[in-house]
Every structure is written in C-alpha cells, then in structure tokens.
T-cell receptor, first 111, second 114 residues
C-alpha cells in the first residue's frame, strides 16, 4: 500500500493561479517532508522541504503547509507560471531508510 | 558533465533476458538508490545502499538484484525480464541536508520489455 497518498493526479490552472497539491501520510515516524519537481526527460529535483516542528515554509513562490495532527501537508505555488508546468512529487522520510514518494501530480499552467 | 550518470538511456529487451542498468556518480556520496517510475504510481524504491557493504531491499525488490561495485557505482539487474518491468528507472545519490536527505537523480533509463 502507498504510505504517502497524493492528490490530485493532474491539475490545470491559468497563469497567475495558485495550484495546490495535497499529500497525506499514516506513519507517524516520518519526520521530513520534501517536495520534488520533475520536468519531462529529467530526473526529479528537490524543490522545498519541511520538518514537522513548523507549520509553514516558504521559498520564493513555493510554500509548504504542514498539519501534524491531520497528518497532511500541501504545496502551494503562488503566481504560477507556464515554466512551473511539471510533475510534482511529495515524499516522506524517517531518516533511517529511504524516501517514500507519493504518486505524483502533473501540473499544467496555461498562458 | 552529469553528476549522476545512467546507462543506457533507453533499452528494449525481450521477455526472459537478463539485463543490467548501470549508474555512476561523481558526487562522492555514500548513499545510492534505485527507483522505478510508473504513470499513476509515482516513484517506488527498488534497492538502496548506504555504503559499499550495505545493501537493502526496497518496497518492490522482487525480480531485481543490485551490485555496489564501488562507492561511485551501483548497478541494477533484471535476472529474467518480464513485460511489467517496463518502466522508467532512476538512480539517485543523497547527502544529508540541513533539514534531511537531499536526493540527486540521474536522467533515467527507459526500459521496455517485449
């Protein structure tokens, strides 16, 4: 079974919109939650990450919101641009093995 | 030059054949990983290695084996390829970051098993 559940599977927004991608987890041992961005023909690359001791982290136009009690976290992209069109993966880690990834969200930002 | 290099980039093989996917890195990282990517399933961990003498199974290791020949090299083998092993395979390395592990992925190997 998938330990990190990601939704939606695909998302289309207009330029300037704020796409939101959601992830949920069950394993309370997870203590590190990164997001990876993947462009076609490339491997994923780290975008932003958060630890559960904070509820929000911003880096440029990208924000992670974290709700520890609900075991959910989400990625928000402010003022989205066509260049943000990519596949986004959430992930989680306990620090003792390897990252567990969500199923991915294919984002398309229309001009 | 790529820091994590996968070869080949594309491979077509037949059911029952043994094949090897190779990964080499120049980042000097101890930790290396093999993931496969399937549409709608995301990235799933096949094997990982935290150092040359440490090999661990991931969530979908059946039908696969690995070899860590050196710190810089980590190979994935399909002993007897089957069509449902058709996927995009990624090798990755990692280093501890200020918050947690940061993975560096290769460009992937697209494998088709006919």
């Amino acid at each position: 079974q998938q330990q990190v559940k990601q939704s939606p599977q695909s998302l289309i927004v207009q330029k300037g919109g704020i796409p939101i991608i959601n992830c949920a987890y069950e394993n309370t041992a997870f203590d590190y939650f990164p997001w990876y961005q993947q462009f076609p023909g490339k491997g994923p690359a780290l975008l932003i990450a958060i630890r559960p001791d904070v509820s929000e982290k911003k880096e440029g136009r990208f924000t992670i919101s974290f709700n520890k009690s609900a075991k959910q976290f989400s990625l928000h992209i402010m003022d989205s641009q066509p260049g943000d069109s990519a596949t986004y993966f959430c992930a989680a880690d306990t620090g003792r093995r390897a990252l567990t990834f969500g199923s991915g969200t294919r984002l398309q930002v229309q001009p | 030059d790529a820091d994590v290099t996968q070869t080949p980039r594309n491979r077509i093989t037949k059911t029952g054949k043994r094949i090897m996917l190779e990964c080499s890195q120049t980042k000097g990282h101890d930790r290396m990983y093999w993931y496969r990517q399937d549409p709608g399933l995301g990235l799933r961990l096949i094997y990982y290695s935290f150092d040359v003498k440490d090999i661990n199974k991931g969530e979908i290791s059946d039908g696969y084996s690995v070899s860590r020949q050196a710190q810089a090299k980590f190979s994935l083998s399909l002993e007897s390829a089957i069509p449902n092993q058709t996927a995009l395979y990624f090798c990755a390395t990692s280093e501890p970051g200020s918050s947690g592990e940061k993975l560096f992925f290769g460009s992937g190997t697209q494998l088709s098993v006919l």
